[in-house]
T-cell receptor, first 114, second 113 residues
Framework: EAGVVQSPRYKIIEKKQPVAFWCNPISGHNTLYWYLQNLGQGPELLIRYENEEAVDDSQLPKDRFSAERLKGVDSTLKIQPAELGDSAVYLC????????????FGPGTRLTVL | GQQVMQIPQYQHVQEGEDFTTYCNSSTTLSNIQWYKQRPGGHPVFLIQLVKSGEVKKQKRLTFQFGEAKKNSSLHITATQTTDVGTYFCAGRQYSNSGYALNFGKGTSLLVTP
């Protein structure tokens, strides 16, 4: 069974440029998460989807970040414009549901903003 | 933000020594999960604890959930170099957006042979 797929794995951009990350969750997983992980820190939730509905986006900086999961399967996270402080690893995870289910993480996208 | 505290931040042990990391929450947790992240890798689920006072074992790893469901610990007996990585606890708490899983900052374990 394929795991969570993310692309790209690495991205280097200049500040003020836009960037997008893509995630394909494990087949059949209704819940999808986007996390941000800074060096030496734990994952911090940006947004959680139940199918195509964003049920928790309270930590998403909506002035520059947006996300979508149009068909309830794969998802895209966008930053526009990127700032220096956005440099981090962006992790996507999925689970069967949002209750007591374990989360399966993708390899992440390492973003460097110059 | 992160509401689960984890200590220590780092631990360096000799192979064969034991290791323990502790997780504390100021509020009662509905359950707690533990993840391991190898250097350069992504978090991988280890276990989930749900019941008050629950203890679970996975080979050399022992996980405990406190009686008040506010703290948890992970103990590794006789560490091996394959145990190297960062161990995260993630506590599930109810919020305005439903149940949220909040990760601690992790404990980075270094094992030298």
């Amino acid at each position: 069974e394929a795991g969570v797929v993310q692309s790209p794995r690495y991205k280097i951009i200049e500040k003020k440029q836009p960037v997008a990350f893509w995630c394909n969750p494990i087949s059949g997983h209704n819940t999808l998460y986007w996390y941000l992980q800074n060096l030496g820190q734990g994952p911090e939730l940006l947004i959680r989807y139940e199918n195509e509905e964003a049920v928790d986006d309270s930590q998403l900086p909506k002035d520059r970040f947006s996300a979508e999961r149009l068909k309830g399967v794969d998802s895209t996270l966008k930053i526009q414009p990127a700032e220096l402080g956005d440099s981090a690893v962006y992790l996507c995870a999925s689970s069967l549901g949002s209750g007591t289910y374990e989360q399966f993480f993708g390899p992440g996208t390492r973003l460097t903003v110059l | 933000g992160q509401q689960v505290m984890q200590i220590p931040q780092y631990q360096h042990v000799q192979e064969g020594e034991d290791f323990t990391t502790y997780c504390n929450s100021s509020t009662t947790l509905s359950n707690i999960q533990w993840y391991k992240q190898r250097p350069g890798g992504h978090p991988v689920f280890l276990i989930q604890l749900v019941k008050s006072g629950e203890v679970k074992k996975q080979k050399r790893l022992t996980f405990q959930f406190g009686e008040a469901k506010k703290n948890s610990s992970l103990h590794i007996t006789a560490t091996q170099t394959t145990d190297v990585g960062t161990y995260f606890c993630a506590g599930r708490q109810y919020s305005n957006s439903g149940y949220a899983l909040n990760f601690g900052k992790g404990t980075s374990l270094l094992v030298t042979p």
